[in-house]
């Protein structure tokens, strides 16, 4: 099985990453795994620009930006299944991590119907990893549950945009501290239990 995992942290070795970790041991317990682990603040990803290249409009064309996203997304495609990690800023995703979402846009193709007029009559997403497994990791260090409300939405609305499997989720709260998480069996066994899932769902 081929994870690409995507590391939302500017922290690493951060209480993100470990659960992270936790959730690939638990998939390389059920089956060999090759793991690539992207550092989203390392990676040298740009600003999406709303050029709309990747749209119909413009003819579906790749996205202009030079940098590292080319490569991914075509990584992306080649994986079996993705692991998204993000801690709680600001009650939303990390910066890297809106960053990196923003500029998935390429692999979600439409496919577009006109008439003999040129309208469009019909419309439909063909998303280029449709069908691919995906599990999400969100860590926060307040202890209540809601502060982390926006971020499990945007998560669950972008995996059913690109039609993904979600496969579980893996929310730790309460983590005041680098790397506390460590301590809290609780929670690394059930990212450990949803890594198990993700190798093992059919």
Known sequence: MKIMAFMGSPRKGSNTETLMDRVIDGAGSKTNVEVEKIYLYDADIGYCTACGMHTPRMGSKECPLKDDMAGILARMQEADAFIFGSPNHGHTISAAMTTFISRLMPLLK???VRDDAGKIVHAEARPLIKGKKAVMVVVQGDPTPSSSALILRIFDAN?????????GEVFSCGNIGRAIVQENRHDLEKAYNVGVKLATMP
């Open 110 to 112: 439409m496919h577009v």
């Open 159 to 167: 995996f059913k945009d690109f039609q993904l499997r979600k496969v």
